[in-house]
């Protein structure tokens, strides 16, 4: 039995008609678009300047809470207590409500020593802090 092969065989082809009309509907918003724009270049206005813009409180870098291993607490390389600590980060948070604040405990530092600094971040209404390379041993 012979097998009949198409000896013409239709390629596909690709219906250009919606194409034509996207391009059509393209020129069309252009040609409007450029009016408007034409018409408003007509019109002699002032805008306002705004000059140099700054902010006006600089933000703060992120200040650094360190725990030894004795239980000893510094932001920023001074000594504190945790009521000080408390203190000191409510008047900064008062000027910048942003603040961050990194926390870092020495490897020997006991968890008992450590969890009043958070407790004095939560008190302060500080937010956005992160722990640093807290290694903590459990005693």
Same mark, same amino acid.
């Given at each position: 039995?012979? @097998?009949?092969? $198409?000896?013409?065989?239709? &390629?596909?082809s690709v219906? &250009?008609?919606?194409?034509?009309?996207?391009?059509?509907?393209?020129? *069309?918003?252009?040609?409007?678009?450029?009016?408007?724009?034409? /018409?408003?270049?007509? *019109?002699? *206005?002032?805008?306002? #300047?705004?000059?140099?813009?700054n902010?006006?409180?600089?933000? =703060?870098? $992120?200040?650094?809470?360190?725990? #030894? /291993? %004795?239980? #000893?607490?510094?932001?920023?390389?001074?000594?504190? /207590?945790?009521?000080? &600590?408390?203190?000191?980060? !409510?008047?900064? !948070?008062?000027?910048? =409500?942003?603040?961050?604040?990194?926390?870092?405990?020495?490897?020997?530092?006991?968890?008992?020593?450590?969890?009043?600094?958070?407790?004095?971040?939560?008190a302060a209404?500080? %937010?956005?802090?992160?722990? @640093?390379?807290?290694?903590?041993?459990? !005693?």
């Amino acid at each position: 039995m012979p @097998l009949k092969t $198409r000896t013409s065989e239709e &390629l596909p082809s690709v219906n &250009l008609t919606p194409m034509i009309d996207v391009v059509f509907l393209l020129i *069309i918003f252009f040609m409007v678009g450029t009016q408007f724009t034409e /018409s408003e270049r007509q *019109i002699d *206005i002032q805008l306002p #300047s705004a000059g140099n813009l700054n902010a006006m409180i600089a933000a =703060p870098g $992120r200040r650094e809470v360190v725990v #030894s /291993s %004795d239980g #000893s607490i510094y932001l920023d390389g001074q000594p504190l /207590s945790t009521e000080t &600590l408390t203190q000191r980060l !409510r008047e900064m !948070r008062m000027q910048y =409500p942003d603040l961050r604040v990194a926390v870092r405990a020495d490897g020997d530092a006991m968890q008992k020593h450590v969890v009043p600094v958070y407790g004095a971040l939560n008190a302060a209404g500080v %937010d956005n802090f992160a722990v @640093l390379g807290v290694n903590h041993k459990l !005693r």
